[in-house]
């Protein structure tokens, strides 16, 4: 009984690997999109740090996201330039 079990155990550990489902690039691409401006949105911090690097939650860098979505330039590329841009010091 134990070996039948066994049999039928790896048998199903073989067929879940298959059944996985590919995401394409479109769907990385609208949920890495999602995520900016859902950073857009997030509560900055109250005082920037003045790190070199600006951290993401620093107000200078969520300001300058949010006008750039109020303006209406929301191509993900173009908003990862400006993050980047922000970031800089």
């Not at 769907?27 to 997030?42: F, M, R, V, Y």
Request: charged share 35%; proline share 2%; with cysteine.
């Amino acid at each position: 009984m134990k070996l039948f079990a066994i049999i039928i155990g790896s048998a199903n550990l073989l067929n879940v690997g298959k059944s996985k489902v590919k995401k394409s690039k479109k769907d990385k691409k609208d949920k890495k999109a999602q995520k900016l401006h859902k950073l857009a949105n997030a509560k900055p911090k109250a005082k920037c740090c003045r790190s070199k690097t600006r951290c993401l939650k620093c107000p200078v860098v969520i300001h300058k996201l949010q006008r750039e979505i109020n303006a209406g330039n929301v191509d993900r590329d173009h908003l990862l330039k400006v993050i980047a841009q922000a970031r800089k010091r």
